[in-house]
């Protein structure tokens, strides 16, 4: 029998192959991005397909290689992915959300110290060869107040390792969410700027936060305190901070994220943020660290590998999700339209085959639903081909033995 095929691109770590061949998996992995053409004709044959953010999977690709079941994004990002086509072509779509949180926590943690103690300063001028040894604008941040603005994965963590060095933490978020340790809730943003001595900003990428944060929030918070961005560029109005910067209102900043981001390695970057005093600047950093890297390649790999094995979409970010514990002898999964009567024609089908339904799972999502049965015995080919001809059907999945 053929081995089932997956293909890794873009240099994906290797712990991602490792598992996927124990899963019994033949992966290749090919350290660039694919262009479509090279990628409909490397894709023969292969069932699951792991990228990062450079090669794009389009309609044209998903209509052209009908064998292929998952696409595993080792990142964060699914933009690349045509995720309406994918859906409805039945193939299974998985990122990491939160594999490089930590990463971005331990980055935002090393500003908030480095800005307090204007350390980007006394370097710049000892590399210039001048000494300037002052204790002046210098500050430990134990006590001091920290504003953590987006209490989700990134923030949260932050609430954390802040209080562990010592600091008192508030934060404001949309949603009620659950304050660790002494963390205090405030209500408004307004409330949270009145206190706070270092603002930090985690929240999501809604379009409803574009320029959230302007010369109005600026000026709202305290004199001479500190202010990072590490969440989306387009939150932030950058103009206004260059002048809150200039005017000394604010004492310092750390920026990682761009309203416009070079797209290539080594392209020009412009912003009027460069060149400022005790202001920090990197190039979307904060999630990049090698154990991120490693545990995206784990995180991914781990939900294809599941996805294969059991038919579980936990965290697909296109299918109706259905968590299964353990698999099945005898298992098929049915993605459909979502409409009524579907679930009913199914158990009838199992019925006429003379088999039992031992368990059954449904879960929809728009116009799909995804019904994932156990059942008594071996299924036979002639019940499968049943299934298949079903008029609602996108795509079958079998799991366990075959009966001849
Ligand atoms: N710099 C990097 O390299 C890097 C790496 C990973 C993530 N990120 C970014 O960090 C941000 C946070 O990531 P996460 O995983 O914690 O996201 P998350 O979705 O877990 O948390 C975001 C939180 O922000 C809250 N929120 C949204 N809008 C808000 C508003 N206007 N006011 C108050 N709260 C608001 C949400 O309710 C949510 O709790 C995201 O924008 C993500 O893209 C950046």
Not at 177 to 187: E, F, S
Not at 325 to 351: E, Q, T
């Amino acid at each position: 029998m053929d081995r089932r095929r997956a293909l890794l691109l873009e240099n994906i770590d290797p712990v991602a192959a490792e598992l996927l061949g124990s899963a019994g998996y033949e992966t290749e992995s090919v350290r660039g991005a694919l262009d479509e053409d090279d990628l409909i004709a490397a894709l023969d044959g292969v069932e699951v397909l792991g990228i990062r953010s450079k090669t794009q999977v389009t309609a044209e690709v998903l209509r052209r290689r009908p064998d292929l079941a998952a696409v595993g994004a080792f990142c964060i990002g699914t933009n690349q992915i045509d995720l309406r086509a994918a859906a409805g072509a039945g193939v299974a779509v998985f990122n990491a959300p939160y594999s490089n949180t930590r990463s971005v926590v331990e980055m935002a943690i090393a500003e908030i110290i480095i800005l307090a103690r204007r350390l980007v300063d006394r370097d710049r001028a000892l590399h210039a060869g001048s000494w300037d040894k002052s204790a002046a604008g210098s500050h430990e941040v134990r006590g001091r107040t920290l504003g953590i603005v987006g209490y989700g994965n990134i923030g949260s963590q932050l609430s954390v390792l802040a209080e562990a060095l010592g600091m008192r933490v508030l934060f404001h978020d949309l949603e009620d969410k659950l304050a660790l340790g002494n963390a205090q809730r405030c209500d408004t943003l307004e409330e949270l700027l009145e206190q706070a001595e270092t603002v930090t900003l985690h929240v999501d990428g809604r379009a409803g936060n574009a320029g959230l944060f302007g010369a109005e929030q600026f000026s709202r918070m305290r004199r001479r305190s500190l202010f990072l961005n590490l969440s989306r560029g387009f939150v932030v109005d950058h103009e206004a901070l260059r002048e809150h910067i200039l005017s000394g209102h604010i004492a310092g900043a750390a920026v990682d994220v761009f309203p416009d981001e070079p797209r290539e390695q080594g392209d020009p970057f412009t912003s009027v943020l460069r060149g400022l005093p005790n202001v920090i600047l990197t190039p979307h950093v904060g999630g990049s660290t090698q154990e991120a890297q490693h545990d995206i390649g784990r995180f991914v790999a781990g939900k294809l590998a599941d996805y294969a094995g059991s038919g579980t979409t936990t965290l697909s970010v296109n299918l109706p999700t259905v968590a299964l514990h353990g698999s099945s002898a005898d298992r098929f999964a049915l993605l459909h339209r979502n409409v009524p009567g579907v679930l009913a024609r199914v158990d009838a089908l199992v019925g006429e085959h003379g088999l039992n339904v031992d368990g059954q799972v449904l879960a929809t999502r728009g116009e799909l639903g995804y019904a994932v049965t156990d059942v008594s015995a071996a299924l036979s080919p002639d019940l499968l081909a049943a299934l298949r001809a079903l008029p609602e059907t996108v795509r079958l999945t079998t799991f366990g033995r075959r009966a001849d």
